[in-house]
């Protein structure tokens, strides 16, 4: 699931905003808001009001930040994510039967094999060298992802999907 803006890392806030004609819903839902905020530990006046239209303008997204830098390359790893996953049958399956997890919280990372995918994901600063069953890279996070001989270099905070 991604929230509105999430696909290229949008700099705008998403916050909660409603435009309720009744007076009375406007002010319990905004009261609402203050009371389940306050329980977080949120300080009453930072709280959005959401009946307020300046809510609502700023979680208004900036398309035009989609086509450069770092949120146009996310935004393109979204879209070849999802085009590998409608290609490939074991990324798109629902049940965990058939899924294997190998993991090290030590060592920040995580590796899920379904069918002849693996999904390697290196969360840790550190590069990691990981043994892997595929034979090619279908998608890499970072160029310098590198597979050879079932042995997968990550660098940091990077992931890649092996296929057979």
Request: no cysteine; hydrophobic share 40%.
């Amino acid at each position: 699931m991604l929230f509105m803006g999430e696909e290229y890392g949008a700099t705008t806030p998403w916050q909660f905003f409603t435009s309720h004609p009744e007076p009375e819903l406007g002010k319990a839902t905004a009261e609402g808001r203050i009371k389940e905020f306050e329980r977080m530990g949120w300080d009453p006046a930072v709280v959005p009001d959401p009946q307020d239209p300046e809510t609502f303008t700023r979680s208004r997204l900036n398309w035009a930040e989609a086509a450069d830098g770092h949120h146009a390359r996310l935004l393109e790893l979204y879209r070849r994510l999802i085009a590998l996953r409608r290609s490939t049958p074991e990324l798109s399956g629902l049940g965990f039967e058939d899924t294997a997890v190998a993991f090290s919280e030590a060592d920040g990372w995580l590796r899920l094999r379904r069918g002849s995918v693996e999904v390697a994901m290196n969360f840790s600063a550190e590069p990691r060298r990981l043994g892997v069953a595929g034979a090619s890279i279908a998608l890499a996070t970072d160029d310098a992802v590198h597979l050879d001989s079932g042995r997968l270099d990550l660098p940091g905070h990077s992931a890649a999907i092996i296929s057979k």
